[in-house]
């Protein structure tokens, strides 16, 4: 009789190491999805500000993902910039609309982004497509559409 009470009460201590566990890493992967999604809605809020309003090449350059490179040679970086510099500077503050959606429930975060700038003689439409494959936030599909002259 008391070899069985021993031996329910270790059973009993392993079941609960084994729920604490699996809580943690439940826990552990709840906390790290909503810290990825606020950094992919960071970054796509930095993205469109950066291209839009700071109109920066380099940060451009370097954020393509493979599908951006394919998209994106250095020559239609170019033209893209210069099409953008067209416009001139935006007239009030660009606002970002979008969010994050994981592939798999908590992997493989993908985000859209849109804006829709006001310049001065016409307005536009910029949307973006980010994603976080591996160590970092990269573009991979960007879109800018200017709407028709006022």
Same mark, same amino acid.
């Given at each position: 009789m008391n070899s069985r009470s021993n031996s329910s009460g270790q059973i009993l201590g392993i079941v609960i190491i084994v729920l604490a566990l699996i809580g943690v890493g439940f826990w552990w992967l709840i906390s790290t999805k909503?810290?990825?999604?606020?950094?992919?809605?960071?970054?796509?809020?930095?993205?469109?500000?950066?291209?839009i309003v700071q109109r920066d090449q380099a940060f451009f350059s370097s954020r393509l993902g493979p599908q951006g490179r394919m998209n994106f040679p250095p020559s239609a970086i170019l033209d893209f910039f210069a099409e953008i510099q067209k416009f001139g500077a935006p007239i009030g503050p660009v606002n970002v609309d979008g969010n994050i959606q994981f592939q798999s429930h908590f992997f493989e975060p993908t985000g859209d982004f849109h804006?829709?700038?006001?310049?001065?003689?016409? !307005?536009? !439409?910029?949307?973006?497509?980010?994603?976080h494959p591996e160590s970092r936030w990269q573009l991979d599909v960007v879109s800018f559409v200017p709407g028709k002259e006022r």
């Open positions: 909503q810290a990825m999604a606020k950094e992919g809605r960071e970054f796509g809020n930095e993205a469109i500000q950066r291209i804006a829709h700038v006001n310049y001065a003689t016409r !307005d536009a !439409d910029i949307t973006i497509s980010i994603s």
